[in-house]
């Protein structure tokens, strides 16, 4: 209270705040998506392009998915990609392909049609994900009815760069996310891809504020002996700058996220069953049965049977046609890493700390690998001696299942940001202060506040130094704060309106490789 205001005699009261400011820890895992969804539409607002923060799967859904019509009509289906058999004259050297009756058909997809974002997400949020920034920049564009050439990369022409670059600018406005994820960037060519995480490093580095996690083309049908082309070609891609904020994970992951229910013969042909009934149907081995059912689907207006139905009816009645069902869903369901990802990180913060590794864990939903990479395999992918650029494996051990096997940055040459839990915990750090030393903005620049400065962040780092974030017998040797005239500033600095702090921590880093050492000795007497 100022006394020079008081002018009138009475009792007044003055509070005194018994406790300085302090630093109030930011959220560590909150991912933004940027991708291509349903829809983005809710009460009438149109959501696309806008970046908008959900906290469970049933707000993803209430905003960007199709609404279910009302039973007994089928749910709406989320995503549906279309699949093609397509006959071989032998069997296939690339690709998923199956045997029917003596003929070799691959499996291939409508490139058009193929997108990540959904099943991504719901990757993320069955890996314990919590909070998440969704940028929708667009719906599904239109199916071109062909199937791609079996073995190609799927690059999908309604996966637009300018698309994709116009959602990741959008969150220059967004401060909260720490984690930038494209799940269709690997849909892009490999020039356009190789902009776009160009672009989002370069973003995060002049931010601040989040890493980027990348996933590699090439990763979901990796040659089994010529996949480091694809590493070589990711490493080409991803530029120079800012590499300690981008990370990378390789290969993709077969997963369960899609069920039977979610593939139908609505997914085959383009919906055109009359190319699907010579294979379930051949003149050398009829079935009526299925017969009756492709002719009950084609002239729908004889029955009031719904699309579950009648699937039920001929998964049942062929056994052929659940085959073929099966490879398309185990194609559909083989996705990028980096969503799943999102998820682990994010649990191991919360169990944790943003301190550990998100490594040597299971990923959740992930039931089989495109390649097992062997550990001598893994040795080119985690270090490079030209690039430095690491990527993380995702490895099946016998007895363990698929477990996450690395944890660094693309700047594995760098001894200061080489691991991941480092690079982000910086973040943590970083962010955390700034917002709370923004208290002090237009204080006056003399020791009372320095010292309020000094206290608050030195309190915080202390915190955070007992959970084991910072190493160091004590705080003493884990951190120091620094703010002063004659230590951090000059006097030129005061009459500038500058006030300087300097903060030094020592940070926790993995141990990536543990050596035990076994010698010999001469047997003793007692």
């Not at 993320?124 to 969704?134: Q, S």
């Not at 390789?250 to 383009?270: E, H």
Request: glycine share 8%.
């Amino acid at each position: 209270m100022n006394e020079l205001m008081i002018k009138s005699p009475g009792v007044y009261i003055n509070e005194v705040n018994a406790f300085p400011n302090s630093v109030v820890p930011v959220a560590t895992a909150v991912p933004a998506f940027i991708g291509y969804t349903p829809q983005a539409m809710y009460e009438g607002k149109s959501y696309t392009n806008v970046p908008t923060k959900i906290s469970t799967f049933a707000d993803f859904q209430a905003i960007f998915c199709y609404p279910n019509p009302p039973a007994p009509a089928s749910p709406a289906k989320q995503y549906s990609p279309e699949y093609y058999l397509v006959k071989q004259k032998s069997r296939p050297d690339k690709g998923d392909y199956l045997q029917i009756a003596g003929d070799y058909y691959s499996i291939v997809p409508d490139p058009n049609t193929i997108y990540y974002m959904y099943n991504s997400i719901r990757l993320f949020y069955e890996n314990g994900g919590g909070d998440a920034y969704i940028v929708s920049v667009g719906t599904y564009g239109a199916p071109s009815k062909n199937p791609m050439t079996p073995g190609d990369q799927i690059v999908n022409p309604n996966v637009e760069l300018d698309d994709l670059m116009g959602g990741v600018a959008l969150l220059k406005n967004e401060e909260e996310p720490t984690m930038y994820i494209c799940p269709e960037a690997t849909l892009l060519s490999l020039e356009n891809n190789a902009t776009l995480m160009q672009s989002m490093l370069l973003q995060n580095m002049e931010m601040g504020t989040a890493v980027s996690i990348f996933d590699v083309i090439g990763g979901r049908d990796p040659d089994p002996i010529m996949f480091m082309n694809d590493i070589e070609n990711f490493r080409n891609g991803t530029g120079s700058q800012g590499l300690n904020f981008g990370t990378a994970y390789y290969p993709f992951i077969g997963t369960t996220i899609m069920q039977n229910t979610d593939i139908d013969y609505t997914n085959l042909f383009g919906g055109d069953v009359k190319q699907l009934a010579p294979i379930l149907n051949p003149p050398s081995a009829p079935n009526q049965s299925v017969a009756t059912i492709l002719n009950t689907i084609e002239n729908p207006g004889s029955t009031d049977l719904t699309v579950t139905q009648l699937n039920n009816a001929l998964t049942n009645a062929s056994k052929t046609y659940s085959t073929i069902v099966n490879h398309v869903l185990s194609d559909a369901n083989t996705l990028p890493p980096s969503g799943a990802m999102a998820g682990v990180i994010t649990v191991t913060d919360n169990e944790q700390g943003v301190w550990v590794a998100p490594a040597n864990t299971s990923i959740v939903g992930a039931a089989s690998l495109p390649i097992r990479l062997s550990e001598s395999q893994q040795g080119g992918l985690n270090m490079d001696p030209v690039s430095g650029k690491s990527i993380n494996a995702i490895r099946s051990f016998n007895g363990l299942g698929i477990l996450v096997w690395g944890a660094r940055t693309l700047d594995g040459n760098s001894l200061d940001w080489k691991y991941l839990p480092v690079r982000r915990t910086l973040i943590f750090l970083e962010v955390s202060c700034k917002l709370a030393a923004q208290a002090y903005v237009f204080a006056p620049n003399v020791k009372n506040t320095w010292e309020g400065v000094k206290a608050m962040i030195g309190s915080f780092l202390t915190s955070v130094w007992k959970q084991g974030g910072l190493q160091g017998a004590t705080p003493a040797d884990a951190f120091s704060v620094e703010c002063g005239l004659g230590s951090t500033m000059t006097a030129e600095d005061l009459l500038l309106g500058f006030m300087r702090v300097s903060v030094k921590v020592a940070v926790v880093h993995p141990a990536e490789f543990i050596i035990i050492t076994f010698e010999q000795q001469m047997a003793t007497s007692s």
